[in-house]
Antibody
Framework: QVQLQESGPGLVKPSGTLSLTCAVS?????????WSWVRQPPGKGLEWIGE???????NYNPSLKSRVTISVDKSKNQFALNLNSVTAADTAVYYC???????????WGQGTLVSVSS | EIVLTQSPGSLSLSPGERATLSCRAS???????LAWYQQKPGQAPRVVIY???TRATGIPDRFSGSGSGTDFTLTISRLEPEDSGVYYC?????????FGQGTKVEIK
């Protein structure tokens, strides 16, 4: 069973860049799966941020597209999220997840809380 | 963008009762791309149903999914205390995923 683990700073200053990494174990990024980032503001619902596949093809949520970059590092079996120009509205638990056959997410990381504050 | 609207926002039922959760889409959704997730406090979501009606591995048979087009339903036939949580529907279309706003299920 594949396992995912998010890592990165828990506090980011306003106007700065949020950078997270998702390490994948028990499976390889170098297959046909897609890999996603999802976030959840405190007490609110889930918001999909974007996805990437093993070859680096990406799709992003249109509402975040201008600020988001997702990249993959196959040598380290991990993928990353960069979100720039952050504000307090970007405070959330950030999850990485694996997509199965483009139809659902079967594996999730435990999530990491990122707060945007000075 | 396809918007998913879930109803009710919350429900409180007793063990053994039946829960019916609705997910309505603003445009037609391919059934193969409709999933339901359960989320408990402090935990990541867990898939319950995918392909609109297929139970995920390890999900009890009291969970069932149905629907097509723009109307989908998650039914929990006999509620157990461990079924409490927030349930989200999710769909994939036009190279993007969207989630419903969630239905909170409380077991009395």
């Amino acid at each position: 069973q594949v396992q995912l683990q998010e890592s990165g700073p828990g506090l980011v200053k306003p106007s700065g860049t949020l950078s997270l990494t998702c390490a994948v174990s028990g499976g390889s990024l170098s297959n046909s799966d897609w890999w996603s980032w999802v976030r959840q503001p405190p007490g609110k619902g889930l918001e999909w941020i974007g996805e990437i596949n093993h070859s680096g093809s990406t799709n992003y949520n249109p509402s975040l597209k201008s600020r988001v970059t997702i990249s993959v590092d196959k040598s380290k079996n991990q993928f990353a999220l960069n979100l720039n120009s952050v504000t307090a509205a970007d405070t959330a638990v950030y999850y990485c997840a694996r997509e199965v056959s483009g139809s659902y997410f079967d594996s999730w990381g435990q999530g990491t809380l990122v707060s945007v504050s000075s | 963008e396809i918007v998913l609207t879930q109803s009710p926002g919350s429900l409180s039922l007793s063990p053994g009762e039946r829960a019916t959760l609705s997910c309505r889409a603003s445009q037609s959704v391919r059934s193969s791309y409709l999933a339901w997730y359960q989320q408990k406090p402090g935990q990541a979501p867990r898939v319950v149903i995918y392909g609109a009606s297929t139970r995920a591995t390890g999900i009890p048979d009291r969970f069932s999914g149905s629907g097509s087009g723009t109307d989908f339903t998650l039914t929990i036939s006999r509620l157990e205390p461990e079924d409490s949580g927030v349930y989200y529907c999710q769909q994939y279309g036009s190279s993007r995923w969207t989630f419903g706003q969630g239905t909170k299920v409380e077991i009395k």
